[in-house]
């Protein structure tokens, strides 16, 4: 579902005479349907920046990045666009919305996008906010007004609302408590058990242990 081969990449800090700082060189892994593998590795490996490159976000110097038959190195914006509207979720550590747009929406829009009716989409939506235990005084109201903890719930609840078949993790669990540490740990493996392909940063060790089946350190392509 998810195919890295021989990417490489570096940046160039045009602010000091072009000076180019390489980040990775012939990177390649693979995650197939029911797989979460965990990329591990010390601060500045560059995990982040392959999540990036396989959200698209990043271009790729040499090599190739695949999402099911999508060749992210060479498909248009709009495929892009598509791709992620359809398949490849991703959950970072910030969340990103609208200001002003009630949280429930922000929730229930990957669903809407994809055409699903609103009911069903905001029931679905407030399932989620349930679960990860959101109060419902709070879901009229934009998440930019949340708790770190708050907003990163929310942003978990709008990555799972919809059965992507490859989903990207950036350091799920962070800053949760226990208890939505949990949640999230049984949201991870249920998409895992209808099949999902799971590339994830983990880097609390226990819930790496928990639900992935496989790492890779990243240090290695340096």
Known sequence: MLKISGVSKSFTLHN?????????????????????IALVGPSGAGKSTLMRMAYGNYLVDAGEIWVGDVCLSSASPRDILMLRRQT??????FLRVVPRVPTTEVVAEPLLALGVEREVAHER????????NIPQRLWSLSPMTFSGGEQQRVNIARGFIHTYPVLLLDEPTASLDAENRAVVLSLIEQARARGAAILGIFHDEAAREQVCTGEIDVSQFL
Not at 126 to 132: P, R, S
Request: overall charge neutral; hydrophobic content about 50%; aromatic content about 2%.
């Open 125 to 132: 939506a407030i399932t989620l906010l349930k679960a990860l």
């Open 88 to 93: 490849l979720g991703y959950v970072s550590q």
């Open 16 to 36: 000091q005479a072009g000076v180019k700082i390489p980040v990775m060189s012939e990177a390649h892994l693979s995650v197939s349907a029911g797989e979460c």
